[in-house]
């Protein structure tokens, strides 16, 4: 993958059209652990087609910003994990179960029944079309094994970890074909490694490791501290982050910019590229190139340029289209400015 210095990506999402998606429930708090059909505003059989139409939109709408990594979108999706966890084999969506959700509220989530497994492939199509529609690099997410594992009720396995193995094995055959689908670089989603510290630090390294385990593509782990539609309060630090140097992941999301990170922090990822935030998720307003710039430079006090990938904190979609596209275009012309200079 040949890329300019200081490379410009999303996290993931981007804003779905409202004649897609039930925005107004998205926006009201909504992040689906199990499916919903209902979310969606197009009749089955025509989705499949509108949710393509949507895809494109995105794509364009990122090249357009000057993207140099572009994604799909996550347009197809409810939410960024419910769409690869419920189509497992031992895994109930159906016959929900519940469990605390990262804000402190009950959420329903899928229960495992028996043995996960992957029978059929999931995304690969979602890759496939990806791949066509542009001549940039391009990134496709699925959500980690670990937090899918907290998005579960156990009522199978011994242990939760015995259980995330399992999810680590099915995302492992996936990431293979993937990769075989031509993208460049594949992330694994793993919010919860921040949230369930305790249970992060016995075996969250260990079911990535099983995810990645012979995979040669380029891949990433995005950890964050929630959507800014549901989190209003951001800790100023990241719980469970060093620890990610010992897997073997080429890159480490980390979100930045809401929270101020300090990026001492990256001294930490010595073996990793680091994907940092400097578009925030919580603020109405697009963010200035120069404001853009100067996290930029801040970043390059603490990781090398040659390492430093620039991102927004997180996905996109909880923001207005309009909003979403102006952020990211701020990204990529003050990015434009630190690279002019270097």
């Known amino acids: 993958m040949d890329l300019n210095i200081l490379p410009t990506t999303v996290v993931g999402s981007y804003p779905q059209p409202e004649w897609l998606i039930d925005r107004s429930r998205l926006r009201a ?12 505003r197009v009749e089955s059989p025509y989705l499949e087609e509108a949710q393509d139409d949507a ?17 799909d979108g996550e347009e197809r999706r409810e939410s960024y994990s419910n769409c690869f966890a419920t189509e497992l084999d031992g895994v109930d969506g159906d016959n929900p179960g519940e469990v ?16 996960i497994r992957r029978t059929k492939p999931v995304l690969v199509r979602d890759a496939a079309f990806l ?41 492992n055959e996936e990431l293979a074909e993937l990769f075989e689908a031509g993208v460049d670089i594949v992330q694994l989603d793993e919010p919860w490694a921040q949230s369930r510290y305790d249970q992060a630090k016995d075996y969250a390294v260990k079911v990535i ?55 001492s922090i990256a001294a930490a990822l010595p ?15 697009p963010e200035t190139p120069e404001l853009v710039e100067a996290r930029v430079r801040a970043a390059l006090k603490h990781v090398p340029a040659e390492r430093l990938i620039v991102a927004p904190d997180c996905g996109m979609k909880y ?15 003050g990015t434009a400015a630190v690279r002019r200079s270097l």
Not at 30 to 39: A, F, G, H, N
Not at 100 to 115: F, K, S, Y
Not at 272 to 279: C, D, E, F
């Open 55 to 71: 895809t494109l939109l995105a794509i364009r709408d990122m090249e357009r910003a000057g993207l140099d990594i572009v994604t």
């Open 29 to 40: 708090g909504l992040v689906p652990r199990i499916r919903m059909q209902d979310l969606w």
């Open 209 to 263: 490791n099983r995810a990645l385990e012979g995979i040669t593509g380029t891949t990433a782990i995005h950890l964050c501290f929630g959507y800014a539609q549901m989190v209003k309060d951001k800790p100023s630090g990241y719980s469970f982050l060093p620890e990610l140097d010992a897997t073997r992941a080429t890159q480490i999301s980390i979100e930045a910019a809401e929270p101020e990170l300090d990026l």
């Open 100 to 115: 605390m959700g990262r804000t402190g509220r009950t959420t329903l989530v899928p229960r495992v029944v028996g043995p």
């Open 271 to 285: 073996s990793k590229q680091i994907m940092v935030g400097v578009i925030s998720m919580g603020s109405g307003q």
């Open 319 to 333: 923001l207005s289209r309009d909003l979403a596209f102006a952020k990211l275009k701020a990204m990529v012309e």
């Open 131 to 171: 791949r066509a529609a542009t001549d940039r690099a391009v990134k496709i997410t699925i959500p980690g094994p670990f937090t899918m594992a907290m998005q579960s009720l156990n009522e199978h396995y011994a242990t939760d970890e015995e259980m995330a193995m399992d999810y680590a094995a099915a995302v």
